[in-house]
T-cell receptor, first 108, second 121 residues
Framework: EVVMAQSPATLSVSPGEGATLSCRAS??????LAWYQQRPGQAPRLLIYGATTRATGVPARFSGSGSGTDFTLTISSLQSEDFAIYYC??????????FGQGTKLEIK | QVQLQESGPGLVKPSETLSLTCTVSGASVISGSFYWHWIRQPAGKGLEWVGR???????EYNPSLQSRVTMALDTSKNQVSLKLTSVTAADTAAYYCARSGIYYSVWFGPWGQGTLATVSS
């Protein structure tokens, strides 16, 4: 099973600033990585797939990078609606498909 | 636009079987190159993939749950079902259904809103 590790667990940032979230896989997942945003009380929402491709309707302030074992989600100029929990997920090696434990992005 | 809606009993007794359904609108569960998935999330915790079913009915499950999970398609109701046997408190979670592409396109979207299943006597 591919273990996904996200860091930090919690990130405190002021609105308008940028944020960088990290995800590391226990073995290479090539570019088969997705990012999701989950707001309180809601289902996760797909943000990024293929490590770098924004899903339909996702604002350009969200960007993904990386390949192999190390990945980054960058959010520029944080808006109030961006404060949420973010998960990475690999789909290179299955079963099972696996998620990171999440990074909570909170208002500073 | 594809929409998914989970439903289920809400409360299940330990050792019994949890049965959930995902009703799909805007697409047929037996058409196209798609997987239909169940993913669960205990309160305050992360996401765990439970299993998937292809439009042909073939299935694949999380090895950690494989002995207790069954997924099926109901074409007459356009639904995806999940049965989880011999439940314990550890199975208490929000259960989501989601769709994905196949092979190396297995990112999840859209998702249903989720249904909470509580295991308690």
């Amino acid at each position: 099973e591919v273990v996904m590790a996200q860091s930090p667990a919690t990130l405190s940032v002021s609105p308008g600033e940028g944020a960088t979230l990290s995800c590391r896989a226990s073995q290479s997942v090539n570019s088969n990585l997705a990012w999701y945003q989950q707001r309180p009380g809601q289902a996760p929402r797909l943000l990024i797939y293929g490590a770098t491709t924004r899903a339909t309707g996702v604002p350009a302030r969200f960007s993904g990078s990386g390949s192999g074992t190390d990945f980054t989600l960058t959010i520029s100029s944080l808006q109030s609606e961006d404060f949420a929990i973010y998960y990475c997920q690999q789909y290179d090696n299955w079963p099972p498909y696996t998620f990171g434990q999440g990074t909570k992005l909170e208002i500073k | 636009q594809v929409q998914l809606q989970e439903s289920g009993p809400g409360l299940v007794k330990p050792s019994e079987t949890l049965s959930l359904t995902c009703t799909v609108s805007g697409a047929s569960v037996i058409s196209g190159s798609f997987y239909w998935h169940w993913i669960r999330q205990p309160a305050g915790k992360g996401l765990e993939w439970v299993g998937r079913i292809y439009t042909t009915g073939s299935t694949e499950y999380n090895p950690s749950l494989q002995s207790r999970v069954t997924m099926a398609l109901d074409t007459s109701k356009n639904q995806v079902s999940l049965k989880l046997t011999s439940v314990t408190a550890a199975d208490t979670a929000a259960y989501y259904c989601a769709r994905s592409g196949i092979y190396y396109s297995v990112w999840f979207g859209p998702w249903g809103q989720g249904t909470l299943a509580t295991v308690s006597s």
